[in-house]
């Protein structure tokens, strides 16, 4: 019931709504008197208007049923606009622009049959990009009638909208519009049949159904006491924009009610990250009711709390799909059904198929305590699990559901209490069970696990200790229950079938394939120790390196804190360095080689000392000897292997006549042939072995070869051995060489990554998996590890001696305390010099150490001493050379400037009165721009007389070129074009003597151009006006006036100018600021355009740095067509990407900062393995949130509809190491969308055709999500096809990828279902 007493005589108007009880009795009463009686029926709405006087009391009355006051009205001065127009779009609108620091007052007016349908900006009441607004006020009006939305915020802070009421309006009612706005106030606000728009305005509420009555699009505002009433789709929406997805506290969300729409409170689909502050994460006190669909929707929205609220008579209470780092709580809070109406679903609906990950973090379950459920029956459920199809390859439950203090109250009935699915809901092998802590809704009554009854999960659990509750769920009454994922390490090799566990009383073999990806073993335990034992698919025994356990949620109970089980593993006993039959090391002879007969018709090629973690992808292998670029017409190879005692010599017809393959067959471009890795699995003949290990030796053996840098798996035997199957994925690694009848000669493995690498002679004889050492990681056990290379290659020089003896060590000692070796390699003896040379000459050795005479032993022949050691330079320190970097105490800005420590001083400038940068560029007294070889924040320094400031950002480039003066002469910047630069720059540090400019963490953009300038908005800079301020526009290639200006619109106390230095290019005097301009001193605006005082400073000094943090040495730095362009976004591609769920989960992504329309090409740069392609053309959109992955989510490109491009782009540039698709000047294609599409040509793209999938295919919007971002060129050049294809990414199917045509009739890789093939799968995207 509610009652109002009058102050003073007026005509109220009550507008009354009844829920769903048609029985029950609803009255208005004036002093007691009944006024009105609402009519019987279900929802219902009624307007009744009741004179009265000053005193008089009106109250509404109810009986035993749910009714609401909707809004109380008193007369109102009235804004009524006649609007005869049938298309709805010429009505009026009230709007208030550009007014920052000003406070408004609106009250007291109702706007009725306004707003200008589908015209953005066009509302009855429109707060327009006002900036800081603290204290304006919107109270006690009302909106009837709109014809577009309501109260609409947008680019304003501060702002109190306070006792408004909205009736019968069309479009999102109470809005914030962008995300940027924060701080403001939505308090006590009623909107009311919120109905569809009806018109297309490019935002969300042009969709049916999509009209929401309060769009939240910031969480840092305050909404409290708020009613949503029959909105036609959802009451509250927290829809943050992409841009603005931070880590924010949520302000205030508290009191609101929301009933009678299809959905009460929704964060789907647009809300995608946790607040961090968890504590101010809180739903607190909500009133939802009779909604069509959901109550509360919560979408990846962990650390939120729903507290102190009631739920009632919605088809489903509240649905959790996904969270992350934290759960969502519900606490203290009542959820009813209700026993007659059928449509009731739940009570509490989530996903139990989420063992999924998203950028590390597992997606949680919901916590409940403290909640009673009441009023289900038979046909719904108070806790209901239900399968999400987005996770359709998650096979495992993941974190646990946890109840506490949490009751089913006795109108919870029958199967409406059991929280787990149906059977025909949970298919096997998926994993199911639910914690009730407190045992609120257990059979019992007391605390337990529900668990699904199958002996995978319930085999160790004491018999009698649970019992059953249907065909498929048991109670397990007081138990301790844990859940593990085991995961052996290496388990994606495919050699783990199963996993057998016992407690010593019985034991249980779990396998692979009832896992949710195969790849571990899925396992559910009372307390207890268990002892683990691994097999393959044969039955064998296997030890793993190590073992991982995923450890899921432990019970809640404090007595269960202490008796949880524990699990041991037999892991990492056969690795050489252990086993006990081991021979003792004894040193190889030296002239072992010498012994070999065959060995002196051979040349060395490599010699390499082994590392223990050789990383080749990375760069080629150290080798101490290289003579490959002397090696030719050669027929034989042969491979020395020494490791401690034991050596191995073995020889071969060669396999190829290119020297430069015969080493290691690393993944580094920079091995083998320098343009694709090595790959050799054939047969070899004549095969010779010398070899002090057993069964090793022998002469004319036919034998097989298997070098490649790839991962590989067992072959036709199911065993690693002789006769692997190579995967051209991955970067594992395999050197080996075998002899046919079964035995591994030596083997050198997995030298790409870094990782300990698998070294062996002979067969492994148990170490590592199977014969040929794979993954025997056990290089570090030997301290001996040496590979040389031989060819029988005629020998370069005339000398005859032993091949063998041709590597000389030769040791240099000194008497001092510190003794130095220097080692000299010599091929041979010493070449004579050529015949037209001096002979009077001697040749110098490495290092001027004399080289003993053959045949002396090289160990005992003594070394002259060396005049000094290194050690002992007595030297003083050189003066710094011109090339080295000054100490930091020599630049008096770093002494001043605590943040300047650490930065290169690139350029300094004594700024003219009158610059003429029109003409000739400035003359910097230091210009180190050559010497700049990458950075990633940029310094600049800027001092007038007395005042100064320091300023540091992130880079805006990485060309230092630009990051001057940016003159209008084309001696400035790249040389070819003018440089403008005018975006956001992050992660702002300010430090300054002019009062208020510090600060650090600010947000804030550059505008540096050499041309005109006006004062228009046009990127929407934050707080920027129509003034000259920080936030202006270029007029690109009109006129010369220049600007350089460094702003601050964000993060802290201060906004605008931090320095600016304008007017530069044509000889006048120029315009020169540190601060905001005040008011005082001439010109146009803050920004000191047309201030004209650089000749009132005496002291004009600019300096620019960079970071001395080098960047790292990127492929896109070795293309010299990226010079110029800016990363946006960077992604390692999933092998099974879900981005309709979720959008990428970019490793970088700076598109917020790029503006719109501020650029004109876009770069693509796709790495897959050892193949790559960049592809640069002119753009296809100017908004750089639609160049990424054009997914189904929602979150991708702009946030407000998926991105869609299909359609011809110019000049376009491809780079890449796949032969034939390198060129310039192309003609080409885009297809980027998020949906199906078929091969009919429906662009007549040239060459393709209608009859396949190429590069003229057609998108079917709206249907299906398989998803294409392919890059065609289609004429232009001698290629004619796909650049690259990513296909296939919304719902975790295996991927599609590829560079160039496909090697199939598909030729831009559709269906390919390839990602898993390759290791490495980088997507960069770029702008210039």
Known sequence: SIEVQYAQATKSTWLIG?????????????????????????????????????????????????????????????????????????????????????????????????????????????????????????????????????????????????????????????????????????????????MDLGADNGQSDSNDNGSVTFWMRNIKNHWIDNVAAGSKGVGYWFDMPKKYFVLNPLYTFKNNAAHSSATGVSMYPGMGLTVANKDSALLDGLR????????????????????????????????????????????????????????????????????????????????????????????????????????????????PIVAVDT?????????????????AELPNPWTMYVEDASGGFSPTGQPGFWVKNT???????????????????????????????????????????????????????????????????????????????????????????????????????????????????????????????????????????????????????????IPTNPAYQSGRPLYSVDNHESMSDFSRVAYYLELDGDYVWISMKTFTTDARKIGVPCLSLKCGDGMTPSVFQQDLTNVNVVSNVAGLSGTGLPGYIEFWPYNYSPGSTGSFDTNDANTYGGNFGSMQIHLSLGRTVFAFNHFNDGSVADLGIGSSGGIGFGSDWSLAENADSYQVRTLKVFTNAQSPTTSTSSTLASTTTVQATTTSATTTTATVLQTRSPTPAPSNAS?????????????????????????????????????????????????????????????????????????????????????????????????????????LDDKYVWVSFDAFTSDARKIGVPCHNLGCGDGQTRTVIQQMVTNVNVESNVPGLSGTGLSGNVEFWPFNYNSANSNNIHS?????????????????????????NGGGNYVGTVFAFNHFNDGVVSDVGIGNKPSNVGGLGPDWSYAQNAGSYSVRNMKVYVSDVPQENTLESTISDAAGYNLVYALDIPIRPTYATAPPAYTVDNSASI??????????????????????????????????????????????????FNQLVGNVNVVSNVDGLSGNSYVGNVEFWPYNYNGENSMGIPGALSSAFDWGDTPEIGNGSFGSMQVHVNSGGNYQGTIFAFNRFNDGYLADLGIGNAPSSILDWSVAGNAGYYSVRTLKVFVK
Request: aromatic fraction near 8%; glycine fraction near 6%.
């Open 288 to 399: 939802i009711w009779n909604n069509n669909m959901v109550g509360i929707m919560m979408f990846f929205s962990g650390g939120y709390k729903i507290l102190n609220s009631v739920l009632v008579n919605n088809k489903v209470g509240i649905q959790d799909t996904f969270s992350k780092e934290q759960s969502v709580v519900i606490k203290d809070t009542r959820i009813i059904g209700s026993l007659s109406n059928p449509s009731i679903d739940a009570g509490l609906l989530y996903t139990y198929n989420n063992q999924m990950k998203t950028n590390g973090q597992e997606i949680l379950k919901p916590e409940l305590k403290n909640v009673t459920f009441s009023s289900f029956d038979g046909n719904s459920r108070a806790i209901k699990p239900y399968r999400e199809i987005f996770l359709e390859t998650s096979k495992v439950m993941g974190q």
């Open 839 to 943: 002979t009077d000459q001697p040749t110098p050795l490495p290092l001027a150490v004399s080289t003993p005479p053959p045949s002396e032993n090289p160990t005992k022949q003594p070394t002259p001493n060396p005049t000094i050691q290194p050690t002992q330079q007595t030297t003083p320190n050189p003066t710094p050379q011109p090339t080295e970097a000054a100490p930091s105490n020599s630049d008096p800005v770093k002494s001043l400037i605590p943040d300047a420590n650490g930065y290169d001083l690139v350029y300094a400038l004594d700024i003219p009165v009158s610059p003429a940068y029109k003409n000739a560029k400035p003359l910097y007294s230091v210009d180190n721009h050559q010497q700049v070889s990458g950075f990633t924040r940029i310094g600049y320094y800027l001092e």
């Open 455 to 609: 002996p995978r999960l319930t085999h160790f659990i004491p018999q009698g200790s649970c019992t059953a509750v249907d065909s498929h769920t048991v109670f397990c009454e007081n138990a301790c229950l844990q859940h593990f994922l085991v995961s052996p390490q290496n388990f994606h090799l495919g050699l783990y079938k199963k996993m057998k566990l016992t407690n010593g009383v019985k034991s249980f073999e779990y396998l692979s394939s009832d896992s949710y990806n195969g790849q571990t073993f899925d396992v559910f335990l009372p307390p207890g120790t268990y002892a683990a034992t691994f097999f393959d698919a044969n039955g064998n025994k296997i030890v793993p390196p190590s073992v991982a356990i995923d450890k899921k949620k432990e019970p809640t109970r404090d007595s269960c804190a202490s008796t949880l089980p524990w699990l041991s593993f037999e892991t990492d006993t056969f690795r050489p360095s252990q086993a006990p039959t081991r021979p003792p090391f004894v040193s190889v002879d030296a002239n072992v080689l010498d012994t070999i007969p065959e060995a002196s018709d051979f040349q060395i090629a490599y010699e390499l000392d």
């Open 1155 to 1204: 503006s719109d329309f501020s650029f004109t090409r876009v770069a693509y740069l796709l790495e897959l393995d050892d193949k790559y392609v960049w592809v640069s053309m002119g753009t296809f959109t100017d908004d750089a949130s639609q160049i990424g992955v054009p997914c189904l989510h929602l979150q991708c490109g702009d946030g407000n509809s998926r991105s869609v």
């Open 1024 to 1048: 920027a006006t129509s003034a000259w301020d920080h936030g202006d526009t270029v007029a690109v290639n009109h006129g010369s006036f220049g600007s350089m200006q460094v702003h601050i």
């Open 18 to 194: 009844r829920t769903h009880d048609s029985n029950c009795k609803v009255q208005l009463k004036k002093n007691g008197g009944v006024v009105n009686t609402l009519p019987r029926g279900n929802f219902i709405t009624q307007t009744f208007a009741v004179d009265v006087q000053a005193g008089d009391v009106v109250s509404l009355t109810e009986d035993s049923c749910m009714a609401a006051v909707i809004s109380i009205e008193h007369e109102t001065r009235m804004m009524d606009v006649d609007n005869t127009d049938p298309e709805d779009i010429h009505a009026a609108h009230f709007m208030v622009m550009h007014t920052p620091n000003v406070e408004q007052r609106i009250e007291g007016v109702q706007f009725d049959n306004m707003g200008q349908a589908g015209k953005l900006g066009r509302y009855p009441l429109h707060f327009h990009m006002c900036g800081d607004s603290y204290g304006s006020t919107v109270a006690k009006n009302v909106v009837t009638n709109s014809l577009q939305r309501c109260f609409v915020v947008h680019g304003t802070n501060g702002v109190t909208i306070d006792d408004n009421v909205a009736y019968k309006t069309r479009g999102h009612c109470y809005v914030t519009e962008d995300g940027s706005e924060i701080d403001n106030t939505f308090r006590h606000n009623l909107g009311a049949e919120t």
């Open 407 to 423: 009751v089913f109250d006795a109108t919870v009935h029958g199967s409406s209490r059991n929280p787990m699915p149906l059977a």
